[in-house]
């Protein structure tokens, strides 16, 4: 038997420059590629009406002969009507304000009743006199 002197040859592939190549393309593809938003179709909602289920609030304010100052038909200390105001307004919006006063009671707790009033609110007030 002849011996056969048998070399294995190793073919080997190098890589490297086709990964160059891969490298080379995908970043050409992704610097040329235009990146443009989709364009939608502009919608017009309509707004919804939500009614409110506050409730509007009047208080009826008195001046009694003596010069008692009465809120809804109960005694309210005079320093103190804004923050009764504020209370009533806490329930409910106030749309409209009645005063009416005593025919004997003096001028300086009306302008101080209507001062606090306008102090705190811009609603309307309207004036009366008891009978």
């Known amino acids: 038997m002849a011996k056969q002197n048998a070399h294995t040859q190793n073919a080997e592939v190098d890589m490297n420059p086709m990964l160059d190549i891969v490298f080379i393309l995908l970043i050409f593809f992704i610097v040329t590629t235009s990146f443009n938003q989709p364009t939608a179709l502009d919608l017009n909602r309509v707004k919804e009406n939500k009614q409110t289920l506050t409730q509007t609030v009047t208080p ?27 209370r009533l307004d806490a329930n409910g919006d106030i749309t409209a304000i009645s005063v009416t006063a005593d025919k004997e009671s003096t001028h300086n707790t009306l302008v101080h009743l209507l001062n606090e009033i306008k102090g705190y609110t811009s609603a309307p007030v309207s004036l009366g006199s008891a009978l």
Do not use: E, G
């Not at 003596?66 to 005694?75: A, I, P, S, W, Y």
């Open 60 to 86: 009826l304010f008195h001046i009694t002969k003596d010069n008692r100052v009465m809120l809804n038909n109960k005694q309210i200390d005079s320093q103190s009507i804004a923050i009764n105001l504020a």
